[in-house]
C-alpha cells in the first residue's frame, strides 16, 4: 500500500554532484519524517540525512554535513538528496525512509524504499 519509489543513482566521478529522489504514495506525506540511509558491503545501514514534517528541521551525519543536502516538497509527495564534492567513501546503496517523526535510528522508520546504488570512482 505505502511506496517509496527512489530514482537518481549511479556512476559519477570524485568531486561531482548526484541528485536521489524518492517518490511517496499510500501515506500522508506530511505526517511523515523522511530520512536517507545508506549501506555499503559489509557494513551497517547508517543515518545519513533527515528532514521534518514540513521541513523546518533538518540533519546530517557529520560524514556528510556540508556536502549533501536533504529536501522536500511536499506538494508532489517527493523528498531528494543532493549529493556535492563525491568522495569514493560514498560508494554504497542509499535507501529513502520513512516514519513517524525525524530520528537517526534505522528502527525507527516504518516505510523503505528500494535503495538504489551510487558509486564514486576516483
Known sequence: QVQ???????????????RLSCAASGLIFNRHAMGWFRQAP????????????TGGNTKYADSVKGRFTISRDNAKNMVYLEMNSLKSEDTAVYYCAGGDVMVTTTYSYDYWGQGTQVTVSS
Open 42 to 53: 559489509g557494513q551497517d545501514r547508517e543515518f545519513v540525512a533527515g528532514i521534518s514534517w
Open 4 to 18: 517509496l519509489v527512489q530514482s537518481g543513482g549511479g556512476l559519477v566521478q570524485a568531486g561531482g554532484s548526484l
